[in-house]
């Protein structure tokens, strides 16, 4: 019976789980705020939060967990990809832990446990399903034929979804991180109000910076008519934006389960927090007859829990890595 602690620190949550025989006993995640500031995360201030908030973070997980420091059996960590500072005081704290206390390391890619999220728990999808993982840094439809058996079969060519979200919602003025923000108003606006482009991309692959641009300009032309355009209709221009970015997404999604004719459909990353997507994948999954997967929100946006259960099936497998690994700011699956 595995205890694993797992540290998660690729971008600007600072994440600590403790999971026993792949049971889910705690989930501590730090968020820093210090970003807002400056409309994005800023690298260098987020590896010196992270470095305030590991050993916090940790005791809190076992604290949480009521897991002894001593009873850990591995520590997993995210090796990549992410912010490498980031990146390198997780498995800096992870590499020291597992020296101090000669415990096993496990090296974890961030966008496969995105995808593994969907085995805590018990309603687990079945081999092989599709999972869309969608974060700030990714777009990706995953083809997952087993655990650590994953292949991208589309991705985006340019903006990911919720880089999407964040600077649509910078036209419009709103802090950062404005992909919460676009889904809070959008529940108050209609959809239909406003219609923007969806981009004619070949195959599985994705586009979003004709969305962005075709959206800056019908900001900039509206605003000349009426410099109150987006305080005025600021709900509509949400809920028509959240539905275009959704409607991109699910439409590429259809065509891949049908491709590869799976029926298991999930969803992972930030944005599958989104509500018009998630109803949205709800009512394809219902109208094709296919099962929907959509992970707790706690799941959805950056956590050390996804690394804690893919950490323990790495561990199961006998997977682990050695003191000498490094972080990796690109980390193919
Ligand atoms: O997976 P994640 O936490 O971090 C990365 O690895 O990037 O994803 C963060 C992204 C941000 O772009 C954020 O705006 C978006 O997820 N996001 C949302 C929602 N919650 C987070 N986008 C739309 N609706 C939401 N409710
Ligand atoms: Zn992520």
Same mark, same amino acid.
């Given at each position: 019976?595995?205890?694993?602690?797992?540290?998660?620190?690729?971008?600007?949550?600072?994440?600590?789980?403790?999971?026993?025989?792949?049971?889910?006993?705690?989930?501590?995640?730090?968020?820093?705020?210090?970003?807002?500031?400056?409309?994005?995360?800023?690298?260098?201030?987020?590896?010196?939060?992270?470095?305030?908030?590991?050993?916090?973070?940790?005791?809190?997980?076992?604290?949480?967990?009521?897991?002894?420091?001593?009873?850990?059996?591995?520590?997993?960590?995210?090796?990549?990809?992410?912010?490498?500072?980031?990146?390198?005081?997780?498995?800096?704290?992870?590499?020291?832990?597992?020296?101090?206390?000669?415990?096993?390391?496990?090296?974890?890619?961030?966008?496969?446990?995105?995808?593994?999220?969907?085995?805590?728990?018990?309603?687990?999808?079945?081999?092989?399903?599709?999972?869309?993982?969608?974060?700030?840094?990714?777009?990706?439809?995953?083809?997952?034929?087993?655990?650590?058996?994953?292949?991208?079969?589309?991705?985006?060519?340019?903006?990911?979804?919720?880089?999407?979200?964040?600077?649509?919602?910078?036209?419009?003025?709103?802090?950062?991180?404005?992909?919460?923000?676009?889904?809070?108003?959008?529940?108050?606006?209609?959809?239909?109000?406003?219609?923007?482009?969806?981009?004619?991309?070949?195959?599985?692959?994705?586009?979003?910076?004709?969305?962005?641009?075709?959206?800056?300009?019908?900001?900039?032309?509206?605003?000349?008519?009426?410099?109150?355009?987006?305080?005025?209709?600021?709900?509509?221009?949400?809920?028509?934006?959240?539905?275009?970015?959704?409607?991109?997404?699910?439409?590429?999604?259809?065509?891949?389960?049908?491709?590869? #004719?799976?029926?298991? /459909? +999930?969803? $992972? !990353?930030?944005?599958?927090?989104?509500? &018009?997507?998630?109803? %949205?994948?709800?009512?394809?999954?219902?109208?094709?007859?296919?099962?929907?997967?959509?992970?707790?929100?706690?799941?959805?946006?950056? #956590?050390?829990?996804? /690394? +804690?259960? $893919? !950490?323990?099936?790495?561990?199961?497998? &006998?997977?682990?890595? %050695?003191?000498?690994?490094?972080?990796?700011?690109?980390?193919?699956?």
């Amino acid at each position: 019976m595995p205890v694993i602690l797992a540290i998660e620190s690729s971008c600007d949550e600072t994440s600590a789980a403790i999971c026993a025989d792949g049971v889910m006993l705690s989930n501590v995640i730090a968020n820093q705020t210090i970003h807002e500031a400056y409309g994005g995360v800023v690298p260098e201030l987020a590896s010196r939060v992270h470095q305030q908030n590991i050993v916090p973070a940790v005791q809190q997980a076992l604290l949480n967990a009521k897991v002894n420091k001593n009873d850990i059996d591995a520590v997993a960590f995210t090796r990549g990809p992410g912010l490498l500072g980031s990146l390198l005081v997780g498995v800096s704290f992870a590499k020291a832990f597992a020296l101090a206390k000669n415990l096993p390391l496990i090296e974890v890619n961030h966008m496969q446990a995105h995808v593994l999220a969907h085995f805590i728990g018990d309603n687990k999808p079945r081999f092989p399903f599709l999972c869309l993982t969608v974060s700030g840094g990714h777009t990706q439809i995953v083809l997952v034929k087993d655990y650590f058996d994953m292949e991208v079969i589309g991705q985006t060519l340019d903006d990911a979804a919720g880089e999407a979200m964040d600077k649509t919602s910078k036209i419009l003025g709103l802090p950062y991180p404005g992909g919460p923000l676009i889904d809070k108003y959008a529940r108050l606006g209609n959809a239909d109000a406003y219609k923007f482009p969806e981009p004619q991309i070949p195959g599985l692959d994705f586009s979003f910076s004709g969305l962005k641009t075709s959206i800056l300009y019908f900001i900039r032309d509206n605003t000349a008519r009426n410099p109150d355009f987006v305080q005025e209709n600021l709900n509509d221009i949400c809920a028509s934006v959240e539905k275009r970015i959704a409607t991109i997404l699910l439409n590429k999604l259809e065509k891949a389960a049908l491709e590869y #004719n799976i029926q298991d /459909i +999930a969803l $992972a !990353g930030g944005v599958s927090a989104n509500t &018009g997507l998630r109803l %949205g994948l709800q009512a394809l999954c219902a109208k094709r007859g296919w099962n929907a997967f959509i992970p707790k929100m706690e799941y959805c946006t950056d #956590n050390a829990a996804m /690394i +804690a259960i $893919a !950490g323990y099936h790495k561990y199961l497998k &006998g997977d682990f890595i %050695g003191q000498d690994v490094a972080p990796l700011a690109r980390m193919p699956f």
